[in-house]
């Protein structure tokens, strides 16, 4: 069974750090493209940033780029987000996805969310 | 950057309804859309893919279809599980940009 388990979020005040994992497991972690999708309370769908299966390409949303880092390690089949800088328009759920992208899906798994809240 | 939209905004429908939920590209996507359920607190769920593929396990009466800037998701019969929102995603390049959302509520 596929799974991705999110962790890592929290309080944090304005310009401070956060590191999000994805714990994933069930597929072969390095065959596939992951992702960052957020959503801020009572909103829609924001795309964050995604990295290949061998890190070699990386892509970020403006809103957050030079601040957030994508990070992955395939021996560990985890997902990382390094965020710094953190603003309050940064608070929101974070959920890490899984893009089959050599199939043409879309993305095909999702995890929970952990809730990132930035505030003094 | 590709902006995408979607109409309406909100729906209010009865149990049996046929729905439709249309999405539109501020530039050819081809087929590269997506269609995802959410409720809330939930993660979303993917529906259909490539524009009309419909994902392994999802019921028939979800369809897509469409190509270039316009495509639509159809829910031919509304059930009590289908009251939800509705995003579309464009993935033909990034970023990768998602709809506002269609919520669809009880009439």
């Known amino acids: 069974e596929v799974q991705l388990v999110e962790s890592g979020g929290g309080l944090v005040k304005p310009g401070g750090s956060l590191r999000l994992s994805c714990a994933a497991s069930g597929f072969t972690f390095s065959s596939y493209s992951m992702n960052w999708v957020r959503q801020a309370p009572g909103k829609g769908l924001e795309w964050v940033s995604s990295i290949s299966s061998s890190s070699s390409y990386i892509y970020y949303a403006d809103s957050v780029k030079g601040r957030f880092t994508i990070s992955r390690d395939n021996a560990k089949n985890s997902l990382y987000l390094q965020m710094n800088s953190l603003r309050a328009e940064d608070t929101a759920v974070y959920y890490c996805?899984?893009?089959?992208?050599?199939?043409?899906?879309?993305?095909?798994?999702w995890g929970q969310g952990t809730l990132v809240t930035v505030s003094s | 950057d590709i902006q995408m939209t979607q109409s309406p905004s909100t729906l209010s429908a009865s149990v049996g309804d046929r729905v439709t939920i249309t999405c539109r590209a501020s530039q050819s996507i081809s087929s590269w859309l997506a269609w995802y359920q959410q409720k809330p607190g939930k993660a979303p769920k993917l529906l259909i893919y490539?524009?009309?593929s419909l994902e392994s396990g999802v019921p028939s009466r979800f369809s897509g279809s469409g190509s270039g800037t316009e495509f639509t998701l159809t829910i031919s019969s509304l059930q009590p599980d289908d009251f939800a929102t509705y995003y579309c995603?464009?993935?033909?390049?990034?970023?990768?940009?998602f709809g506002p959302g269609t919520k669809v509520d009880i009439k």
């Open positions: 995603q464009q993935y033909n390049s990034y970023p990768f940009t």
């Open positions: 490539k524009a009309s």
């Open positions: 996805a899984r893009h089959p992208a050599v199939a043409g899906t879309g993305f095909d798994y």
